[in-house]
């Protein structure tokens, strides 16, 4: 699997879980506040709010789940479209990372990679861009070495020709 997808699926399955925790820590925290603001209207309504607190309940908590549950899908989008923006921004380090070493490859010394950010990916990008030197002086010193061997190798030649 690329790394794209799998980047993606992971930080989709990050939001699965946290929707699912946040869905079931909002139902369990919110009894006590939905029994105290039940209290609070029956304290207000009088004697004959009592008959009242079960259907009170019920329908805070309902009004609870449905909020929740109408909230999620708006929630789940933002989060799915956040973590494809998350994915493609490491993808696209790597994919220049994966460019600048197949210049590398093809003989191309001076290309260098941006080394934006502090992260793992931008310190590899400077050590690429460190190893891209040094394997450009590198090729300049073999081309200057074979330069002077062949002016060396030149310069006894002529003059027994000239013999």
């Known amino acids: 699997m690329r790394l794209f997808p799998r980047l993606l699926l ?9 929707a699912a925790v946040l869905l079931v820590a909002a139902e369990l925290a919110a009894h006590p506040f939905i029994q105290r603001h039940v209290q609070e209207m029956i304290d207000l309504i009088g004697p004959e709010g009592g008959v009242l607190r ?5 329908g805070m908590r309902d009004t609870l789940t449905r909020a929740l549950m109408a909230a999620l899908p708006l929630a789940l989008l933002v989060a799915t479209v956040t973590a494809w923006v998350a994915a493609r921004r490491v993808t696209a380090s790597v994919r220049s990372l994966q460019a600048g070493s197949r210049s590398i490859a093809s003989g191309e010394y001076s290309r260098r990679l941006p080394e934006t950010g502090q992260d793992e990916l931008a310190g ?33 030649v002529a003059a027994v020709r000239g013999y």
């Open 10 to 18: 992971n930080h989709l399955v990050v939001v699965t879980v946290t």
């Open 54 to 58: 079960e259907d009170l309940t019920h």
């Open 124 to 156: 590899l990008a400077r050590s690429f861009n460190t190893m891209a030197g040094a394997l450009e002086r590198v090729e300049q010193t073999r081309v200057e070495l074979i330069g002077n061997v062949a002016h060396e190798l030149r310069t006894p």
